[in-house]
């Protein structure tokens, strides 16, 4: 054998050295997600339903989980929204579920459903609702969650039915928790997320009145070295960055935009579009922004609140603004907010002691 075919030979086995060892690899990887999976086949609907191990899904039985989500009608519907409908799966007393459901059909729509998969496959977060799985068949994609008992933030803030008020502990805790969930797509997530549709709706409460982040189908994927996403506007009116209308770019910053929205819900018990804000020609954000400016807080304050620690107060109203600069650099980071919300409660404690 010769020089060059002894070079070509050495180079024939170094290529079939790599390729096994990237097919070992992908088997290995393979496997592993197979471990964290449990997969269900549904032969009727030529569907497939993926399930993340878990806790919560360790006992579950395939066919019955199957069928019952297969069974879900309108008697079953718990909420709706621009995204999909959203129904209650209960297999037993103590195993419930929510199920979001998005008819196929529409880019928009199977884009909405790939966004969540790709936010929220391996998220792990107290402050971030938990997808367990979904389901894909022909017509139409379910993504599975763990039900929220105490809905949504919106639906205890505004809503005609729900008879119970939120006081201020409770608000506050709400406000930071959501905050640390916000901060975690921003600062912990590799890549980065966007949500682009912070609302007080999309911020759900537990058994523990623990507020957590949900409904990803607009959330965007942002590489750590980049500022912004170019995207077509998209959110909900009320809640998004005025520079947003004008670039199209979404931002952290405009998370953060949306987040003191939330935060003035929460003060004011107002809607951010509010009816009397509407007919006065104006909405939540500058309405609070010229009574403030006038050193009449308690004006905007939520009345069922009664007594609250003025500093807290105060002290929240103060970093809302901050989310609510005109300017996107003077706004802080979520990281930011969290910081100064915990710090807020860390000072009302020392004065009380």
């Given at each position: ?97 929510a199920v979001k459901r998005l ?199 939520d009345h069922s609140l009664g ?47």
């Open positions: 054998m010769d020089k060059g075919q002894a070079i070509a030979f050495y180079v024939t086995i170094s290529c079939i050295t790599f390729v096994m060892s990237k097919i070992f690899i992908a088997l290995l990887l393979y496997k592993r997600w197979k471990r964290r999976h449990i997969i269900y086949e549904d032969g009727i609907s030529g569907g497939k339903m993926i399930m993340f191990k878990s806790p919560a899904t360790k006992s579950l039985k395939s066919d019955a989980f199957l069928k019952k989500t297969l069974k879900l009608n309108n008697k079953d519907i718990i909420g709706s929204g621009g995204h999909g409908i959203v129904y209650k799966l209960a297999l037993s007393d103590s195993m419930t579920f008819n196929r059909g529409s880019a928009e729509r199977d884009q909405g459903f790939e966004r969540e998969l790709e936010a929220m496959g391996d998220i792990k977060h107290r402050n971030i609702v938990t997808l367990y799985g979904y389901y894909t068949a022909p017509h139409y994609n379910l993504l599975v969650y763990e039900l929220m008992p105490n809905g949504s933030l919106y639906a205890y803030l505004h809503g005609r039915s729900n008879e119970k008020v939120l006081d201020w502990p409770s608000r506050y805790k709400i406000a930071v928790g959501a905050a640390r969930g916000i901060s975690y797509l921003h600062h912990d997530c590799i890549p980065h997320i966007i949500h682009r549709d912070i609302k007080s709706s999309n911020i759900l409460l537990d058994e523990n009145m623990d507020a957590q982040v949900s409904d990803f189908g607009l959330a965007t994927l942002m590489e750590p070295d980049k500022t912004h996403v170019s995207t077509i506007v998209a959110g909900t009116f009320g809640y998004l960055a005025p520079e947003y209308f004008d670039t199209g770019r979404a931002t952290v910053k405009g998370d953060v935009y949306s987040f003191g929205v939330v935060l003035l819900e929460l003060l004011t018990g107002r809607k951010p579009t509010d009816e009397a804000f509407m007919e006065e020609g104006t909405k939540l954000v500058t309405w609070v922004k010229t009574v403030v400016q006038e050193k009449r807080e308690e004006y905007v304050l007594s609250c620690p003025v500093n807290e107060v105060n002290g929240v109203f103060s970093i809302a603004l901050k989310c609510l600069e005109p300017e996107p650099a003077q706004r802080p980071t979520m990281a930011e907010v969290v910081k100064v919300l915990e710090q807020i409660r860390s000072n009302s404690n020392v004065t009380d002691s």
